[in-house]
Structures are given as structure tokens and as C-alpha cells.
């Protein structure tokens, strides 16, 4: 082993990881737009362990993002066409969001 390797979860990261990093500290950021998101990307992407990997665990979190408001806005009404309605303006927030997560996931991905 290594001495960088702690033996937690090999060499490598985990791309599934780094993007549940990026979803969880955003939402528990809210109240800090964009630098929620910037801080979650940097986490997310340090725990995915490649810029590469950073950038994969970041479009998966958006995508399920975006997917996560359509649903729950559809949940929320009852009726899908509010509810479409409903998500796509909180995918656009997130889409805003989203753009300080990139960068975060950029620079963790570079020290990682």
C-alpha cells in the first residue's frame, strides 16, 4: 500500500460518489447560491479522483437534478403539465447552480 493510499477506496475514485457529493452539499448549501454549488463541485469532484471522472460525476448530477425538480413538481400538482412547468423553473436554478458546480468539479478534479 501506498502512501497515499488510505485503503478506503483504491487509487481511483468513484464517480458515483463524487456525484452524490455534488448533489448533497448544494442542497444543504440553498441558502449560498453558487458557492453552494461551487463547493459541492470542488468535494464532488476531489471524491471522483480525475478531472475526467469530475466531469462524468457532474452531468450525472445535473441530469438527475434536472429529472429529480421535473418529477417532483409533477407530484407536487398532480398534473403533468404544471408540473413540467414547475421543474423546468427549478431546472433552470439549477442550470445557474450548475455552472459553479463545474468549476468546482474542474479544480477538485485537478487537486485530486
Do not use: E, H, Q
Not at 407536487?76 to 459553479?100: E, Q, R, S, W, Y
Amino acid at each position: 500500500m501506498s502512501a497515499t493510499n488510505n485503503g478506503l477506496n483504491g487509487d481511483r475514485g468513484s464517480v458515483f460518489w463524487g456525484g452524490v457529493w455534488m448533489i448533497v452539499i448544494p442542497v444543504l448549501l440553498f441558502w449560498l447560491p453558487g458557492i453552494g454549488g461551487f463547493i459541492g463541485g470542488l468535494v464532488g469532484g476531489k471524491v471522483s479522483g480525475g478531472i475526467g471522472n469530475a466531469l462524468l460525476a457532474w452531468l450525472v448530477s445535473s441530469l438527475l437534478v434536472g429529472v429529480l425538480f421535473a418529477t417532483l413538481g409533477t407530484m407536487l400538482t398532480g398534473m403533468v403539465a404544471i408540473g413540467v412547468l414547475a421543474g423546468l423553473g427549478g431546472l433552470f436554478l439549477a442550470f445557474v447552480d450548475a455552472g459553479a458546480r463545474l468549476i468546482g468539479a474542474i479544480i477538485g478534479g485537478l487537486i485530486a
